[in-house]
């Protein structure tokens, strides 16, 4: 083979890669957002199955003590259920670092471990408030797009069982060890976790992390219960940034920066 010859292969190939290598990064890239989305489909599955049994124990409502005792447990593998698929399905450590933003940064290792494990719980009381009062029929995926090097946007459109408006949650999910998590949750544009910094910083200034702490540990002192009621006594107020709580998602700013 003359050295011409040789010469023109190389370039051959080399020109057929610079025009095949983008193709195959969509290609590449467009299945990862198909991943993504087939994870959230499962989230959802199996969030609507754990809602299937909220409330309609035996002896829902009434007096019955032993009925009181059956509906307790079935109260008790609810909430087991869900906070499993919150620690399974929420990226924890760095959801708990971008809601307290800068004063993460000040808080110490004691102050971290303790706040991601009482948000982890905070995150359970919420959905499970929420889910009682917006009963699931359906979650159908709508769109899931690449954003950035690791992330991606999977839109949803939820239908309630009462006739409520739909709903379209933006979930963010990064890849994490070849799988995904879940870093925010936007719905009507207002991303979770922007929304929770601010409230636990403004908690934060005013009475220090150890007076946040004291407060979240307040309110979910009780039980979660997907089927349940639950108090609003505690000082920290939990903010309508749940999952199904308000229709039609606004074109979203890309707020959470890569970290």
Do not use: C
Not at 2 to 29: D, F, H, Q
Not at 70 to 99: K, N
Not at 225 to 254: M, Q, Y
């Amino acid at each position: 083979m003359t050295a011409s010859r040789t010469l023109s292969i190389a370039v051959a190939l080399v020109a057929a890669w610079v025009w095949t290598a983008p193709g195959m990064a969509r290609a590449a890239s467009d299945h990862r957002a198909g991943q993504a989305a087939a994870y959230i489909q499962s989230l959802g599955a199996e969030l609507l199955a754990i809602q299937a049994g909220a409330g309609d124990g035996p002896g829902d409502g009434a007096d019955d003590g032993a009925d009181d005792g059956a509906d307790d447990g079935a109260a008790a593998a609810r909430s087991a259920r869900l906070e499993g698929l919150i620690r399974r399905g929420f990226d924890l450590d760095l959801t708990s670092q971008l809601v307290l933003g800068k004063h993460w940064n000040r808080a110490s290792q004691a102050h971290r471990q303790a706040f991601k494990e009482l948000f982890a719980q905070y995150l359970l009381h919420n959905y499970a408030r929420y889910l009682k009062a917006y009963r699931v029929e359906t979650l159908a995926i709508v769109s899931s797009n690449p954003v950035g090097k690791s992330d991606f946007l999977v839109e949803t459109r939820v239908e309630g069982a009462q006739g409520d408006d739909p709903a379209n949650p933006v979930w963010r999910l990064r890849r994490r060890d070849g799988g995904f998590k879940i870093i925010d949750v936007q719905v009507d544009g207002i991303s979770l976790a922007l929304t929770e910094r601010s409230q636990f910083g403004s908690v934060i200034l005013r009475n220090g992390l150890d007076g946040m702490l004291s407060a979240l540990r307040q309110r979910v002192a009780g039980p979660a219960d997907v089927g349940g009621a639950g108090g609003d006594d505690s000082p920290l107020e939990l903010h309508p940034a749940s999952l199904f709580t308000s229709p039609n998602v606004s074109k979203i700013d890309l707020l959470l920066r890569q970290r």
